[in-house]
């Protein structure tokens, strides 16, 4: 079955450090991928998406590249800022249904 | 512009009882689903919908039922409610079912603690 893997653990960063984290998946097909953001207190947001290889999906200073060779979706933002503090999650939906699969999370704290 | 609705945003039961989690959206989509969100364990889905009149199972339905009368609505519901059932339950919906490409809009959840 479909299924996406996240790194273990929470991210604490200081404000204007590089944030990577990363999320590799499993699927038949070729799935759509996507980051969502869930500030606390609240609902999940769309981040950003990409929906075939090479693709790459950007919002808000963040960006992630579809990586079919490595079966890959790693988030990346140049200078994180304090507002970035949340949780972020990796999902991916097969074609042909919209059924999400998501890890399990990363908690980012950045720290001013 | 509501977008999608949860009722109610905390509630607390005890063992046995049931009750109906709401779920409302304002934008004509086909497509709603349930998940809960467990710590260390993401989001699970529990039950979807197509359309109006269609359900399915998710990944972890046992102990919840769901109907779709109309477009706009998709309760859950906890027929006897168990301790493990406490958890975080969030709606989602998205415009069609299209492929996957489509992202899901979430409500803002309803967290549950089963005494």
């Known amino acids: 079955g479909n299924s996406v893997t996240q790194m273990e653990g929470p991210v604490t960063l200081s404000e204007e450090a590089f944030l990577t984290i990363n999320c590799t998946y499993t699927a038949t097909g070729y799935p759509s991928l996507f980051w969502y953001v869930q500030y606390p207190g609240e609902g999940l947001q769309l981040l950003l998406k990409?929906?075939?290889?090479?693709d790459k999906g950007s919002n808000k200073g963040f960006e992630a590249t579809y990586r079919k060779e490595t079966t890959s979706f790693h988030l990346e933002k140049g200078s994180v800022q304090v507002s970035d503090s949340a949780v972020y999650f990796c999902?991916?939906?097969?074609?042909?249904?919209?059924?999400?699969?998501f890890g399990k999370g990363n908690q980012v704290v950045v720290i001013p | 512009n509501a977008g999608v609705t949860q009722t109610p945003k905390f509630q607390v039961l005890k063992t046995g009882q049931s009750m109906t989690l709401q779920c409302a959206q304002d934008m004509n989509h086909e497509y709603m689903s349930w998940y809960r969100q467990d710590p260390g364990m993401g989001l699970r889905l529990i039950h979807y919908?197509?359309?109006?009149?269609?359900?399915d199972q998710g990944e972890v339905p046992n102990g919840y039922n769901v109907s779709r009368s109309t477009t706009e609505d998709f309760p859950l519901r906890l027929l006897s409610a168990a301790p493990s059932q406490t958890s975080v339950y969030f709606c989602?919906?998205?415009?069609?079912?299209?492929?996957?490409?489509?992202?899901?809009?979430f409500g803002d959840g309803t967290r549950l603690s089963i005494l």
């Open positions: 990409a929906t075939k290889a090479d």
């Open positions: 999902a991916l939906s097969e074609h042909g249904n919209n059924r999400l699969a």
């Open positions: 989602a919906s998205s415009p069609t079912v299209d492929r996957g490409n489509q992202p899901q809009h």
């Open positions: 919908s197509v359309g109006a009149g269609i359900t």
